[in-house]
Nanobody, 120 residues
């Protein structure tokens, strides 16, 4: 099977920075797109950023210029560097990856989520 484990969340003041990591492990042959989502209390989960295996990226408008998604394919890890954080960035952040397993099955996997809290 495949597991995604996130780390790096926490409490930070507005204007501060955090770096999230998400490491995939298990029966992995390759990983296609990797993404970061977030879900604030009472709101729907939203896509924050995505990166292809070739390194092409996309961001939701609200984080453009502040967040940077990157990946290390050798480590099967995706990162989210978050700068100039705002209270409205407070949410549980989830990573998601499209994984080709060694049995050739392609499936989407989710991490357990990491809390990011930005105080005013």
């Amino acid at each position: 099977q495949v597991q995604l484990v996130e780390s790096g969340g926490g409490l930070v003041q507005a204007g501060g920075s955090l770096r999230l990591s998400c490491a995939a492990s298990g029966t992995i042959f390759s990983i296609n797109d990797m993404r970061w989502y977030r879900q604030a209390p009472g709101k729907q989960r939203e896509l924050v950023a995505a990166i292809t295996s070739a390194g092409n990226t996309n961001y939701v408008d609200s984080v453009k210029g502040r967040f940077t998604i990157s990946r290390d394919n050798a480590k099967n890890t995706v990162y989210l560097q978050m700068n100039s954080l705002k209270p409205e960035d407070t949410a549980v952040y989830y990573c998601n990856a499209d994984v080709r397993r060694t049995d050739w099955r392609l499936s989407s996997y989710w991490g357990q989520g990491t809390q990011v809290t930005v105080s005013p």
